[in-house]
């Protein structure tokens, strides 16, 4: 068990709606990463937010966006929803904000989502 | 355009034999390499992670090798497992849009038969 926790564990919905995703990062760390994989693709990083504010942006479209609220806490919000959105989507934490050094990720167990 | 290229996408091995998975990449500026295990359906695992300076660094059964000079890098696991069967990821963290960021390859798909 990683110590970061993402809820739901699957999704099921439909094309045009719009979802929240949840993840609770470990104890004492600041930082939370959010990433896609789709069927039999590498993970693709989308945003990292640390202490409340944004970090770092990846390939995230603008139909999606994240935010960490005051307890750490981070939401993943996914609208006008694709069939191509269907995915994994995980979230990680780390204690630091750098995604250099030796600043260690650990993951979620994932949120699978199915658009229909 | 920073990469990181893995080979083979899959290999099948026998249960208690070794194997050697490939990582090639051009991300520049490099900050450090990292191998992930990620078993189907779960998030990845940490297996190692190694700076430029480092050459190798093992993990039990597992020892990662790095070559700054050529950007490849290596994983070899040895005494393979049933439970060693999962996706292997390499993943390079460097420049990319004025941030640091992890860039993750597209990952070996590793199968242990009995």
């Known amino acids: 068990d990683s110590g970061v926790t993402q809820t739901p564990k699957h999704l099921i919905t439909a094309t045009g709606q719009r979802v929240t995703l949840r993840c609770s990062p470990r104890?004492?760390?600041?930082?939370v990463y959010w990433y896609q994989q789709s069927l039999d693709q590498g993970l693709q990083f989308l945003i990292q937010?640390?202490?409340?504010?944004?970090?770092a942006k990846g390939n995230i479209l603008e139909r999606f966006s994240a935010q960490q609220f005051p307890d750490l806490h981070s939401e993943l919000n996914l609208s006008s929803l694709e069939l191509g959105d269907s995915a994994l989507y995980f979230c990680?934490?780390?204690?630091?904000?750098?995604?250099?050094?030796?600043?260690?990720?650990?993951f979620g167990a994932g949120t699978r989502l199915s658009v229909l | 355009k920073n990469q990181v290229e893995q080979s083979p996408q899959s290999l099948i091995i026998l249960e208690g034999k070794n194997c050697t998975l490939q990582c090639n990449y051009t991300v520049s500026p490099f900050s450090n390499l990292r191998w992930y295990k990620q078993d189907t359906g779960r998030g990845p695992v940490s297996l190692t992670i190694?700076?430029?300076?480092?050459n190798t660094k093992s993990n039990g059964r597992y020892t990662a090798t790095l070559d700054a000079d050529t950007k490849q890098s290596s994983l070899h696991i040895t005494a393979s497992q049933l439970s060693d069967s999962a996706s292997y990821i390499c993943?390079?963290?460097?420049?990319?849009?004025?941030?640091?960021?992890?860039?993750f390859g597209a990952g070996t798909r590793l199968a242990v038969h009995p």
């Open positions: 993943v390079v963290s460097g420049m990319a849009g004025g941030y640091n960021k992890l860039i």
């Open positions: 190694m700076t430029f300076s480092e």
């Open positions: 937010y640390y202490n409340g504010e944004e970090r």
């Open positions: 104890s004492g760390d600041l930082s």
């Open positions: 990680a934490s780390s204690v630091a904000s750098g995604q250099g050094g030796k600043n260690i990720q650990y």
